[in-house]
Nanobody, 123 residues
Framework: QVQLVESGGGLVQAGGSLRLSCAASGRRFSNYDMGWFRQAPGKEREFVARINWSGGSTYYANAVKGRFTISRDNAKNTVYLQMNSLKPEDTAVYYC????????????????WGQGTQVTVSS
């Protein structure tokens, strides 16, 4: 069992940066690949980025590629999402979750969802 708590969201102007954190409890955190998803008002939750258990492999949605960076520190049981060059369309609640399958990018493949952190980008 893994419990996840996101933090670091807030209000930022377009072009700005934020760093989200996802702190995990549970001794099996390092066993899981991890992912970030987001859900904008009136839209379905969508995949943002994922990282494998060791941090050696990452994958991004096209919408954020080149602007966002996912990383993890297994010693701190934490996964991060560095978001640069933010755009108003990045406004959403951001969630982290553990991949219960292999190389998942679909919501159904993930579990142990956190409560989310709000990111709002003003134009």
């Amino acid at each position: 069992q893994v419990q996840l708590v996101e933090s670091g969201g807030g209000l930022v102007q377009a072009g700005g940066s934020l760093r989200l954190s996802c702190a995990a409890s549970g001794r099996r955190f390092s066993n899981y690949d991890m992912g970030w998803f987001r859900q904008a008002p009136g839209k379905e939750r969508e995949f943002v980025a994922r990282i494998n258990w060791s941090g050696g492999s990452t994958y991004y949605a096209n919408a954020v590629k080149g602007r966002f960076t996912i990383s993890r520190d297994n010693a701190k049981n934490t996964v991060y999402l560095q978001m640069n060059s933010l755009k108003p369309e990045d406004t959403a609640v951001y969630y982290c979750a553990a991949d219960l399958t292999t190389w998942g990018t679909r919501e159904i493949q993930y579990g142990y969802w956190g409560q989310g952190t709000q990111v709002t980008v003003s134009s």
